[in-house]
């Protein structure tokens, strides 16, 4: 177990704020998060359960405990001809997983490559992109109830889940912290190329590989998405709206060229926020240390030395113009951080 004083956060959220918080305790085992769950002083602080921090807006410094999870392994539990099952240590970067499927030739997650974040976050935040979702590939969640103390196991169809969305998500369910997550593999699956730019990519590649899509999607990812490590983000600040058919269909007539993707539930349509945006003038455009970001608008870029604050001042001034505009209410996938 490793336990901080007055740490700072800097390497642990992506816009790479440079915030402190007052303690900081990473655990390794599901022993070491038994220790802490029943510590006294834990329960009395206000604290915080993080992965990578590649989806939080710091507001001020963290007046409480940071929880980090180092519950690491990725082991085969079950195999089968057609599968395997995977367990996962919730600490696991998203992304070494994805490269230890792709390298054993086992599909369904390939098209989640270089998704910032661990595993465990993944779960919470239902990940998704390139036409795929973690929704589509887990089994099941093992978990610790934080105000039960016990080990809680949920089926997928236990998990709700739903675009950006799960149970580990919704405040009236009791708090859960992720332990350990089982995703099934296909040994013998077919490539998930709906998304048209994957495809697009593709096109010259005769049968194309696992390793293939894994690169392509990396291609397109940095086409579009600016490195962390080089311009702190979050990714997408804000999920993309579902709104009404009708709404749709008014918005279409005006705007023929405008994008959208159809939704699980028949009577929603899905618009890229991005495109709502971009449409407002707003894609590229910098207030202070803030900007835009000019190859994918629906991502908010640290210029360098911007605060939360700010960061969270340019995101309300997106929201407005996007409200007043087409009179659709963005809601931020980031979770603030107060
Ligand atoms: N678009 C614009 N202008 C922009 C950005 C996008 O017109 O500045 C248009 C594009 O031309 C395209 C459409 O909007 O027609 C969709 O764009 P894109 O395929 O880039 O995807 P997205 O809807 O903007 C979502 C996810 C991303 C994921 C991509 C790829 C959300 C909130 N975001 O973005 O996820 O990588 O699809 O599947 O659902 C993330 O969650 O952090 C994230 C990066």
């Not at 008014?250 to 705007?255: E, H, R, T, V």
Request: glycine content about 8%.
């Amino acid at each position: 177990m490793r336990i901080e004083q007055n740490y700072s956060l800097e390497r642990h959220n992506t816009f790479r704020l440079p915030v402190r918080s007052r303690w900081f305790m990473e655990y390794s085992s599901e022993e070491e998060l038994e220790r802490i769950l029943h510590d006294e002083y834990f329960q009395e602080c206000h604290s915080l359960h993080i992965g990578s921090g590649s989806n939080l807006l710091f507001l001020n410094d963290f007046n409480g405990i940071i929880l980090h999870s180092a519950i690491k392994g990725i082991t085969v539990a079950e195999v089968s001809e057609e599968s395997v099952l995977l367990r996962v240590g919730a600490g696991e970067l998203w992304d070494d997983v994805v490269a230890y499927a792709v390298s054993h030739g086992w599909y369904g997650i390939e098209n989640l490559t270089g998704i910032p974040g661990e595993a465990g976050a993944a779960a919470v935040q239902n990940i998704g992109a390139y036409g795929a979702e973690f929704k589509d590939a887990v089994e099941k969640i093992e978990a610790y109830n934080r105000l039960t103390f016990e080990k809680v196991a949920f089926m997928k169809s236990d998990c709700d889940y739903a675009y950006r969305y799960s149970r580990f998500k919704n405040e009236h369910n009791d708090p859960c912290i992720i332990t350990y997550i089982y995703i099934r593999l296909s040994k013998r699956g077919e490539l998930n190329l709906a998304y048209a730019g994957l495809k697009e990519l593709l096109r010259n590649v005769e049968s194309p590989s696992l390793a293939d899509v894994r690169r392509a999607v990396a291609a397109l990812r940095a086409e579009k998405l600016p490195d962390f490590e080089k311009l702190g983000n979050a990714g997408s600040f804000f999920m993309n709206p579902l709104v009404d058919r009708s709404v749709y269909e008014k918005l279409k007539a005006q705007y023929p060229t405008m994008p959208f993707y159809s939704s699980e539930e028949l009577s929603k349509v899905k618009i890229p926020a991005g495109w709502l945006i971009e449409q407002c003038g707003l894609k590229g455009k910098r207030h202070g240390a803030v900007g835009v970001y000019d190859k994918q608008a629906l991502v908010l870029v640290n210029l360098g030395g911007a605060t939360g604050d700010e960061i969270a001042l340019m995101a309300e001034s997106i929201r407005q113009a996007v409200s007043d505009k087409f009179g659709i209410e963005l809601l931020p996938e980031v979770k603030y951080v107060f």
